[in-house]
């Protein structure tokens, strides 16, 4: 009864570790996702998207990554492909549309 309840207790542990987004890995990291919408801000590596259906959403845009600073600025359109890695989107391209 005892080795039951143990292993009871440690089912529902692994169950619930599935759960959290840190450990449960059910989604593929490298699909990518395309965001588009208007720039609220750009501060850093880090921009502030605001698609028309959905709340903002953070991009971190890594230093290697070719995009054309100076034009990514708020209410400017964006399109930005980006993988989710963890706790933030990181960008793997940044189109500006003009």
């Known amino acids: ?4 309840r143990w292993f009871l207790i440690v089912l529902t542990i692994l169950i619930g ?3 959290v987004p840190g450990f449960s890995r059910s989604e593929d990291a490298s699909a990518p996702t395309q965001i588009t919408g208007a720039v ?5 590596n880090i921009l ?3 698609p028309a259906t959905s709340p903002a ?3 971190a845009i890594p230093d290697h990554l070719h995009v054309d600073r100076s034009a990514v600025k708020p209410g400017v359109q964006v ?3 980006a993988h989710w890695a963890d706790v933030c989107y990181i960008a793997t391209e940044v189109t500006v549309q003009k």
């Open 79 to 81: 399109s930005v492909d």
């Open 1 to 4: 009864m005892l080795r039951i």
């Open 17 to 19: 570790l599935t759960a």
């Open 57 to 59: 959403v953070w991009v």
């Open 40 to 44: 609220q801000s750009f501060s850093g």
């Open 48 to 50: 502030d998207v605001k």
